[in-house]
């Protein structure tokens, strides 16, 4: 047999030492030979390919994948061997790819390893020796992390401790092992199990007893090892990590001298964004603080911060040294009441109380410097603590919470938000070029704007050149994938784009676009043959009207936007030109009346074809601010005829009645759903989603409840699966139904067209591409987006399963919302509710926020908040903490007006919630009672009062419950 007969045979036979033992004695020349029958046999039998209709893998068995990946690293080239073979294998096996190196006939791989390699710290550290490379500081620390611990998972035990690995070479211990202290390793992973030696048991935890036992040998210096322990704890480690290295500190029972002398690296600690350090260290100043070495005033230097932690044992062990120091030191006095005051920042109760205490023991009542300063937190005091300092307190200071939080009037249309109109060609290509990128929602309606404006100075063959940045823009978003700010729309606008080069604009003999077509064409090929090898993948470059979103994604809500994109594209191909309704004036999707208004007037004397999802978009961009519509309302009145000027009355008339219209029946439901109009229930002629229609004016049938539920479990005795029977709880959400006996009159029009409300389906899961989709969703009805809220309710917020993206989604809608504010109906109300209860605390914080805002305005129904709230907290839905928490740190103590409805959202919940109280039921009283007394309130209602009874069986509740009683 020939070379080649040989190996095939090797390879078909699995016979791997007789296929290296063939190899090894070969010359490069006949190595060289064999290329094209490896790469045969590595392309059949290694390549990841589709097996059958369900399955993916490799033809080859691991003992083939072993022949050819021996054999190939000897004969193909670097770039061949990584194509068809492994080279991570080379990667993790060092003495492998030593052996190979040796041989001195693969030139390329020394320098490949010395970039890409997983290799244990002996590897390393032969590698090093060897001259092959220079292993990096950090790899050496996260190796030699492992070193001491040996794996055999055919002995028993399977890890054998194996201290003697630091010995074999000499900078292992002097030098190596320090590295440890700089960067992050999973040394702290070594001691969550106890080793056993062979010889005998071993119930240590093995890193921390060996720094212990090279202590005690001489072989590091205790004390530099004490002051890396706690200098880690700046050094940007995982908590986990860093609490590990204090406990070795810990481990090695260092005496009060070793502490006086590690004062700066303690001090340092402090700053420590981890709070077991920080709390471990304070625990230790509690036992220095009499030593006359002790540096207090070091010490008094890193208060402030410390008073202001968001960990109350924090601000509380700081205010427990203080006690120790002015007893120790009554000159100190002044001073520590003076830093005390730090502590009022703080939102616990408890450290303020012991700070007003300090002070009211110690401070000179006669101080007017100390009181001034008191009454700058006056109004951030719980009761007890103005109580307390009654004495330093004026009437006027406890008095000095702002009545009201002020924001700023919502004006949809103010003059700054005016978008700029494309003044020329110059001015639509730049735009082109960003149009993909989502940076403005605008931006999407711009463009179509510009290219009907500008159609035929685009023709000119200069103009055509400079749109080749939007083209290869256009280009990548569809073939290369979405960068982490576009969403569907923005394909859905590339595809548009390219389609209208390629059909359109770029379609003569001009050198322009013959590169076009040709590009166009190789792009297509590869769309097309990628589309036939994965069944889940729809191909982008299609024509506009077949567009489809990836296989699995069932939402509709990008329709409209489609349906218009081929609206403006028939107007381009038959070279039309006209104004589209629903293009926003201002910032980021609102239309002034005004606009709106006189761009009807232009459809209805040029005689325009009014299409009726531009129509429908503009409807629901249509600012509907009193201040907005007035002049908008006279033109109407002056210049409008038949029926647009009935639509456009209804719409900017709050005391219109709603007209019967044949032509703009799709406008006159979107006008209606913008006024959220319910007096006009009876008269509205037809609705398709009869069920889903109730969801559109903010109704929302949801309950929250223990479901019970069919599953199976495995019988280990009967060797089966079982069925039994599991509880959830469960947040469900209804579609509601429209109300006052609608439903006949509704089923009369079955043939209505739908409105944009009809879209609005996210499918079964939230994408990022969604998420980006947000504000050009809001923008199909920023006056009332109470579907999306209902929707995102469904899919992200009513649940406690956050993961990243649901976190980002919750914060995309707030930002939107804090930006452009609406008046919620109750699926809004919902939102807000869970969103304060969110797990991710950048949502919580959103919510807050927004909610402070809405509160400002008198656009939040504090009652309902309160009961939506009480139906999670009946079972414990989620944890009452989080939203205790929320009000100490963002919601209390705003504005009066912010108090008051704190107080009425938990006067709505007490009465509703469980007659046995959950977790943290005390706190929510605690806050209800502070409420109650910067309101002044002694009325308790009687609601309010039977639940304090049923809860007074709870004998941690009583103080507080006959505090409330009595107040």
Request: aromatic share 12%; with cysteine; hydrophobic share 35%.
């Amino acid at each position: 047999m020939n070379n080649e007969e040989k190996i095939r045979y090797y390879v078909k036979k699995e016979l791997v030492k007789k296929a290296q033992e063939f190899t090894d004695p070969l010359t490069n020349a006949e190595l060289k030979e064999l290329r094209p029958v490896i790469k045969e046999l590595c392309k059949d039998l290694l390549t990841y390919q589709q097996l059958n209709k369900n399955t993916w893998g490799t033809k080859g068995t691991s003992k083939q994948y072993d022949i050819l990946n021996h054999i190939g690293v000897y004969c193909l080239t670097k770039a061949d061997f990584k194509k068809y073979c492994n080279i991570w294998h080379f990667e993790r096996d060092y003495f492998k790819a030593k052996e190979i190196i040796e041989t001195g006939k693969v030139s390329w791989l020394l320098n490949h390893i010395a970039k890409n390699h997983w290799y244990s710290y002996l590897e390393l550290m032969d590698a090093k020796c060897s001259g092959y490379f220079e292993p990096e500081r950090e790899e050496l620390a996260t190796s030699l992390a492992n070193t001491i611990s040996d794996y055999d998972y055919n002995a028993k035990p399977r890890v054998t401790y194996t201290p003697k690995n630091l010995e074999i070479h000499p900078e292992s211990i002097t030098e190596h092992i320090w590295y440890l202290f700089e960067y992050e390793t999973n040394i702290n992973h070594q001691d969550d199990q106890r080793y056993r030696r062979q010889e005998d048991t071993f119930d240590e935890p093995v890193w921390k007893y060996t720094f212990k036992q090279l202590i005690e040998k001489g072989k590091i210096d205790r004390i530099r090892l004490l002051k890396e322990c706690l200098l880690t704890s700046n050094r940007n480690f995982n908590k986990v990590l860093s609490g590990w290295f204090y406990d070795l500190m810990l481990y090695l029972e260092p005496n009060n001298e070793e502490f006086i002398e590690l004062q700066p690296e303690l001090f340092n600690a402090l700053s420590s964004q981890h709070s077991k350090i920080v709390n471990g260290v304070l625990k230790e100043f509690k036992k220095l603080y009499a030593h006359e070495s002790f540096e207090t005033q070091d010490f008094l230097d890193n208060t402030d911060f410390l008073l202001s932690s968001e960990t109350k044992s924090i601000a509380v062990s700081t205010l427990m040294i203080f006690d120790k120091l002015v007893k120790k030191d009554k000159n100190l006095k002044d001073v520590l009441v003076e830093k005390s005051l730090m502590a009022f920042n703080s939102t616990f109760k408890d450290v303020q109380l012991r700070a007003a205490k300090f002070i009211a023991k110690y401070g000179d009542e006669s101080n007017e410097n100390l009181k001034d300063e008191l009454s700058l937190y006056a109004s951030d005091l719980f009761s007890e603590s103005k109580a307390v300092l009654a004495e330093f307190i004026s009437e006027e200071d406890q008095d000095a919470l702002e009545e009201n939080l002020y924001y700023e009037p919502v004006i949809n249309v103010a003059e700054e938000t005016r978008i700029s109109e494309l003044n020329d060609i110059d001015d639509l290509i730049y735009l082109a070029s960003q149009s993909f990128d989502n940076n403005e929602p605008y931006h999407f309606d711009l463009l179509l704007q510009g290219l009907l404006d500008f159609q035929e100075t685009l023709k000119e063959e200069e103009n055509k050149v400079k749109l080749e940045p939007a083209i290869q823009r256009a280009f990548n978003l569809l073939m290369k994938g979405s960068n982490s700010q576009t969403g569907n729309l923005d394909k859905i606008l590339a595809n548009f784009f390219i389609n209208y080069v390629q059909q359109i604009l770029l379609t003569d003999k001009s050198e322009t676009s013959i590169k076009f077509q040709k590009r166009f064409k190789k792009e297509k090929e590869e769309d097309d043959a990628y589309a036939k090898r994965s069944e889940w993948y729809n191909p982008v470059l299609v024509d506009l009207r077949k567009w489809k979103f990836r296989s699995h994604h069932k939402g509709t809500y990008h329709l409209p936007f489609l349906n218009i994109l081929i609206f403006v594209f028939d107007l381009l191909r038959e070279g039309k030109h006209q104004q589209l309704l629903s293009t926003p004036s201002h910032a980021p999707f609102w239309i002034e009346p005004l606009v709106l208004v006189e761009r009807l007037i232009e459809y209805q004397q040029k005689n325009h074809t009014i299409f009726s999802y531009d129509l429908c978009l503009a409807i629901a961009r249509c600012s509907m601010n009193e201040t907005d519509t007035k002049p908008a309302y006279d033109l109407v009145q002056k210049e409008l005829k038949g029926e647009l000027k009935e639509l456009m009355t209804y719409l900017l008339d709050k005391s219109a009645k709603f007209p019967e219209l044949k032509n703009y029946e799709q406008a006159l439901y979107q006008a209606y759903f913008n006024k959220k109009d319910r007096k006009e229930f009876e008269k509205i002629p037809a609705i398709k989603s009869i069920k889903k229609a109730g969801n559109y004016l903010g109704d929302i049938d949801y309950k929250v409840e223990i479901e019970t539920y069919d599953t199976t479990d495995w019988d280990y005795k009967l060797r089966k699966s079982v069925p039994v029977q599991r509880q959830r709880k469960n947040l469900e959400i209804k579609e509601v139904e429209l109300k006052d006996g609608l439903i006949d009159k509704l089923k009369m029009k079955r043939n209505r067209k739908q409105v944009t409300y009809d879209f609005i389906n996210f499918g079964d899961y939230f994408y990022d591409d969604e998420r980006n989709d947000l504000p050009r969703i809001i923008s199909m009805f920023p006056n009332n987006s109470e579907i999306v809220f209902s929707r995102l309710v469904s899919r992200c917020f009513g649940h406690d399963w956050w993961e990243v993206n649901e976190e980002k989604i919750g914060n995309k809608i707030f930002e939107i919302l804090m930006e452009n504010p609406q008046n919620p109906l109750e699926a809004g109300h919902l939102m807000i509710a869970c969103s304060l209860f969110a797990k991710p605390k950048s949502v919580k914080a959103y919510a807050a926020e927004y909610w402070s805002q809405l509160v400002s305005r008198d656009a939040i129904n504090s009652n309902l908040i309160g009961e939506i709230i009480a139906k999670f907290q009946y079972i414990e839905y989620y944890p009452l903490k989080r939203f205790t928490d929320l009000i100490n740190e963002q919601m209390m103590n705003l504005s009066q007006k912010h108090n008051t409805a704190l107080l009425n959202t938990i006067e709505a919940a007490i009465p509703l919630m469980n007659n046995k109280p959950i977790k943290n039921t005390k706190k929510l009283l605690e806050l209800y009672n502070e409420l109650r007394l910067k309101a002044c309130s002694n009325s308790l209602s009687e609601k309010v009062n039977l639940q304090l009874e049923n809860w007074k069986s709870s004998g941690t509740l009583k103080k507080i419950i006959k505090q409330i009683q009595t107040a």
